[in-house]
């Protein structure tokens, strides 16, 4: 197995288990790129500045370099390192700090009782209820959900052209979809954007609308695969008393991000290992979670964890400002299921994974 098929795999929690324990921090030849393992590891690498986020000479790949969708990839934060980054980061974290939890918790389970399949609760219902927060209309918000699955498929290095080609259509529909929505006199997230802007002396809007595309494209598989990941836990583990703890033990035990990377500018040590410039590492944030070092008896669903640590969210610079809204969607959309008599034990017992090199999403499709 190699870090990249566990991703998919029914149960890569014993192998995640073997890294850790053997291989904390190691080259792998076949990948050809260093694998973090160990919570030590996964946090040095993630909280280094000589590991970026994006290879030196390819800032955006080169197949949407000059399209829309390349334009709205250069300005992300989650893709930029340095004074762009650290500049808008704290503009992003301002206007996401402000987001209602209460309200995104019953947007979320008025959209989920609107809809009838497994699959479009995993993925349009999030994707719907960012666009609404951001301050778009019903219309509008299922337009930019069902745009976004299309902007996603130029993320994996496996993009074809079709890929590229779709998600430089989206990425134009979505900032004419969303431009109007970024006025500083609206309410929304996209208004609190503007105004965390202005207070950071910060007048260019194009930054500020690729980081509100942004928002939906962070959103839409990670917290498909949070949604689809906690169904599953329903069925194997006792009724939650506390749903919102269950959700988070759930981001710990079956993450739906596995895995980022980062790309060394300059060489990076990590005990005798060392990465030279240019080189590649792979930081396996699900086994991290795991790691006994951290966390007692890592492979036990406890929902009482008293201050487990977590890399699903990330570490360090680049971590997630999102994780209260990613929970609180989860929340809104699964507290609706199983308010309305969902039964988990009717998911199937074994499920497959969608092919995807670092976000654990399982298929299901079957109706709610
Ligand atoms: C279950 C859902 C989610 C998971 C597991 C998740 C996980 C992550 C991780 C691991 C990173 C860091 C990647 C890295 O360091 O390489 C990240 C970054 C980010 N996430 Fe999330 N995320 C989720 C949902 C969201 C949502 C709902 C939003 C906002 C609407 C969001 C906004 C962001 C942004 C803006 C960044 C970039 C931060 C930076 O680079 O400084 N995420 N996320």
Not at 56 to 63: H, K, Q, T
Not at 84 to 102: E, Q
Not at 216 to 241: C, E, F, K, M, V
Not at 266 to 279: H, I, K, T
């Amino acid at each position: 197995m190699s870090p990249i098929d566990a991703v998919r795999q029914a149960d890569p929690y014993p192998y995640y288990a073997s890294l850790v324990a053997e291989r904390p921090f190691s080259f792998d030849e076949e990948l050809g790129l260093w694998v973090a393992a160990g919570a030590r590891a996964v946090d040095a690498v993630l909280s280094d500045p000589t590991l970026r986020v994006r290879p030196a000479d390819a800032p955006v790949p080169p197949g949407i370099v000059g399209t829309p969708a390349g334009d709205v990839f250069g300005n992300l934060v989650r893709m930029t390192d340095g004074d762009l980054h650290d500049r808008l980061k704290d503009v992003v974290v301002t206007a996401l700090g402000r987001v209602d939890r209460a309200q995104v918790v019953k947007l979320a389970a008025d959209r989920a009782a609107r809809t009838e399949r497994l699959d479009e609760l995993m993925f349009n219902v999030p994707a719907q209820v960012v666009a609404t927060v951001c301050g778009l209309d019903d219309g509008h918000s299922a337009e930019a959900a069902r745009l976004i699955g299309d902007f996603v498929r130029c993320l994996p290095a496996s993009a074809t052209p079709d890929d590229l080609t779709a998600a430089a259509t989206a990425a134009a529909a979505l900032r004419d979809l969303m431009g109007p929505a970024l006025d500083r006199r609206s309410g929304s997230l996209l208004g609190d954007l503007v105004r965390a802007a202005e207070g950071a002396d910060w007048h260019e809007t194009g930054p500020l609308l690729a980081n509100g595309i942004g928002f939906l494209s962070q959103t839409y598989d990670a917290t498909a695969g949070l949604i689809g990941n906690t169904l599953l836990a329903l069925a194997r583990h006792p009724a939650p008393a506390d749903l919102t703890a269950f959700v988070d033990e759930v981001v710990r035990h079956d993450a739906p991000v596995h895995n980022t990377r980062r790309f060394a500018v300059a060489p990076f040590r990590f005990g005798d290992a060392e990465v030279e410039a240019g080189q590649s590492v792979l930081a396996v944030v699900a086994a991290a979670n795991r790691d006994p070092e951290v966390n007692p008896d890592p492979h036990e669903f406890r929902a009482d964890r008293a201050d487990p640590v977590v890399f699903t969210f990330g570490a360090g610079p680049h971590g997630c400002p999102g994780q209260t809204l990613a929970v609180a969607i989860t929340v809104g959309v699964v507290g609706e299921l199983l308010g309305n008599g969902f039964d988990a034990a009717s998911l199937p017992d074994q499920v497959d994974y969608r092919p995807l090199p670092n976000i654990r999403i399982p298929v299901l499709s079957v109706a709610s």
